[in-house]
């Protein structure tokens, strides 16, 4: 899949924000990827085995630095990430910043070799999911949907008319959306179902597609399809956040306990 950048000019805020999706290989293809990988995180990397998560632990930070060069400029080679986990109280993960830049939020997501990643000057957040990977167990659905969306699941048909399992992609597709929320510190994997998505659009929309959604919740997205929705993707932010200004000095150093992004993580070595 080759990398693709999505069109952020939906995005109605005054501020600054890119990101792309693609495959891992897409992404690595560019570049020699260990002069891209940050110190900070090297023991992480060599303690991964199968060749598959080492490419998409690396593309997922390759393709970071990518997307913060389309926003400030920089060239990519010389972008740092740092993480810092505010439940552990460590650096080397948890939610990742740009120490010359930390005003900015940065997210990414990779699965199954597929990676995306967002750079802006707001709060955002990002998941992607293959279908493919998410439980079929009624179990799983109860567990990430709330009350009004299972309700809506149960009316589905169980299939549309080209043989998609609507009911499987219903329960895919929040739960894509619901990551990314996690993704911006707002909940957690553990009380997912307390978050009602309930009036987001839904059914699914088709091939290799960017779909924005404005809705009643507290959250604004770009619903993410690629290739027949055997990938799906979000890009969400906060309904009516500010914006902030971009600075370019590095006046605003990270020291330890004062991360620029101090809500609560969920540990998530991502
Ligand atoms: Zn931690």
């Known amino acids: 899949m080759p990398l693709v950048w999505l069109d952020c000019s939906a995005i109605p805020k005054s501020g600054r924000a890119h990101a792309a ?3 891992s290989v897409s992404v690595l293809a560019a570049v020699k990827g260990f002069e891209f990988l940050d110190a900070g995180v090297r023991h992480r990397f060599d303690t991964l085995r199968r060749e598959a998560d080492r490419q998409d632990f690396l593309a997922a930070r390759v393709l970071a630095k990518f997307v913060m060069s389309k926003v400030t400029g920089l060239p990519p080679a010389i972008v740092s990430i740092e993480q810092f986990c505010v ?3 460590r650096a080397g993960h948890g939610k990742p910043f740009f120490p010359s830049h930390p005003e900015l939020s940065v997210s990414w997501s990779h699965q199954n ?3 995306m990643a967002a750079v802006s ?3 955002i957040g990002v998941d992607v999911e293959t279908l493919s990977s998410i439980p079929v167990e009624p179990d ?3 567990n990430v949907l709330s009350d009004t969306e299972l309700t809506i699941l149960n009316k589905l ?3 549309s008319f080209d043989g998609t399992n609507l009911k499987q992609l219903y329960v895919a597709r929040q739960w894509v959306r619901k990551e990314a929320i996690v993704k911006l510190g707002d909940c957690s994997l553990d009380n997912l179902s307390m ?3 309930g009036q987001l659009e839904f059914p699914d929309f088709y091939f290799d597609t960017f779909h924005r959604i404005s809705s009643g919740c507290d959250y604004e997205m770009i ?3 690629i290739a027949n929705r055997a990938c799906l993707g979000a890009l969400v932010w906060r309904t009516g956040t500010h914006d902030i200004s971009l600075t370019t000095t590095k006046e605003n150093a990270i020291h330890e306990n004062q991360h620029p992004n101090g809500r609560r993580s969920n540990c998530r070595s991502v």
Do not use: H, K, M, Y
């Open 195 to 197: 978050l009602d998505l």
């Open 157 to 159: 048909p169980a299939a």
């Open 140 to 142: 799983f659905a109860e």
């Open 121 to 123: 000057t707001f709060d």
């Open 21 to 23: 999706i693609g495959s």
């Open 223 to 225: 619903d993410i399809s």
């Open 113 to 115: 070799g597929i990676v």
């Open 87 to 89: 439940d552990c109280n």
